[in-house]
């Protein structure tokens, strides 16, 4: 076990006030924040452990502790991530339905399903009820752990054995599930089961079946759905991005099209909405029109988020403009949303290029050396010198431990997002 898992440990048994105030608390949403940006496991240990236990939402810290989850995991730590889990079953919100799914979801995040169906199965002797929401997130806890081919087993079998009643979120668990395994004839049997029972068909389950069906190129399907959605009026921004996603490679006017469908339906095209658009105009070599796009979103309170950066990064460098590439790179550090390394080790290429922007490569370097996962370094180190940018100042830290390697794919996964 860890130092900081022990520590965490501690701080949950903490009753004396002396204990309790050797911790600095900080809120649920202050905690979020750090841990987003946090890949070392034992630091975002340290910060979950950090958090207010005065929280009054049982799920107030879901979020908190999924992220911690997800470090420990991409780090192979599951002896200390079952550990963490279970001493939250001492708290005496374990009673609380709401506070007891969250334990059988996070299992399900590390892709510890036999975990969380024991967990699951241990409701009665710890006296909580059950009901579909602790049944859901055990159906979440097995799509989270790509076993999608159990969730139908585990859909028939509980319900009879419980007495459990699956809702709408249940059902729509389900016909994940089976869009996962390209089973889509099965996913519309489900719709089609939900309407005998008199279960509502939700904009969501709707729309994985939309997304499923254009991944697999059922695009005639696909717009049947889409028709039956607009019917039902249920067509909403998530649905109309997975449309813009299919069309956006036809070219701009196809997204805008379908952005000015969402703003005359009363819907506020997001962020991805516009990324996509974004995109398109940059794969045609439109950079004045994909540049328009990126300043609107902070004039219409939409933030970018790490794909927006990427993007636009990625095809001004394609273009040649590593200036506007540099420009973009320094708001993605002020949000927070920094781009992958391949994405900035093509910038800095081509900074280092010319002597008027030989400056900015090294300043560049000197950031992601700071914001980067530890075992990047060397990496950066090599671009740095392999440019001739490397200086006699130049950062000499060790080499990352294998526990921060592992941390350092789930950064590259989330710059996605």
């Not at 585990?154 to 007495?163: L, R, S, T, V």
């Not at 398109?280 to 004039?299: H, I, N, P, T």
């Not at 001004?316 to 994405?343: H, L």
Request: proline share 3%; glycine share 6%; hydrophobic share 35%.
């Amino acid at each position: 076990m860890s130092y900081s898992l022990a520590r965490h440990l501690r701080h949950l048994s903490a009753s004396s006030s002396t204990t309790a105030a050797a911790f600095s608390s900080i809120s649920v949403s202050r905690a979020k924040t750090k841990l987003q940006s946090e890949f070392d496991p034992d630091r975002a240990l340290e910060i979950y452990s950090s958090v207010s236990k005065d929280y009054t939402s049982p799920l107030a810290s879901r979020y908190a502790q999924d992220l911690t989850v997800r470090r420990l995991a991409k780090c192979r730590r599951f002896d200390d991530i079952e550990s963490l889990i279970e001493s939250h079953k001492n708290d005496p919100k374990i009673t609380q339905e709401p506070y007891f799914s969250t334990l059988i979801r996070s299992y399900g995040i590390a892709g510890m399903f036999q975990h969380a169906l024991r967990t699951f199965e241990q409701m009665e002797e710890i006296g909580t009820p059950r009901s579909s929401i602790s049944f859901n997130a055990l159906l979440t806890a097995c799509n989270q752990s790509k076993l999608f081919d159990q969730v139908p087993k585990q859909f028939d079998e509980i319900p009879k054995k419980y007495g459990i009643l699956p809702d709408k979120v249940s059902y729509g668990i389900l016909v994940k599930a089976y869009c996962e395994l390209g089973l889509t004839d099965q996913a519309f049997a489900v719709l089609k089961e939900m309407g005998e029972k008199g279960v509502e068909i939700t904009a969501i389950t709707f729309t994985t079946i939309l997304d499923a069906l254009y991944k697999l190129g059922q695009s005639d399907k696909a717009e049947k759905v889409w028709h039956e959605m607009k019917k039902k009026g249920c067509l909403d921004v998530g649905a109309y991005n997975v449309k813009i996603m299919f069309v956006h490679a036809g070219g701009p006017e196809n997204v805008k099209a379908l952005i000015d469908e969402m703003n005359n339906a009363g819907l506020k095209p997001d962020t991805i909405s516009y990324n996509y658009l974004m995109t398109s105009y940059c794969q045609r070599g439109m950079m004045d029109e994909a540049k328009k796009v990126y300043a609107e979103l902070e004039e219409t309170g939409r933030h970018p988020n790490a794909a927006t950066y990427r993007s636009l990064i990625y095809y001004s460098c394609r273009n040649g403009d590593f200036e506007t590439g540099y420009k973009v790179f320094k708001q993605s550090v002020y949000r927070r949303k920094i781009p992958d390394f391949g994405t900035l080790k093509h910038l800095v290429e081509g900074l280092a290029q010319k002597k008027k922007t030989r400056g900015d490569a090294k300043g560049l370097i000197r950031t992601v050396k700071k914001k980067f996962p530890a075992n990047f370094l060397n990496a950066w180190r090599k671009v740095e010198q392999d440019l001739g940018l490397a200086g006699s100042n130049s950062s000499t830290a060790a080499a990352a431990s294998s526990s921060t390697t592992a941390a350092a794919a789930d950064h590259v996964q989330e710059a996605t997002s």
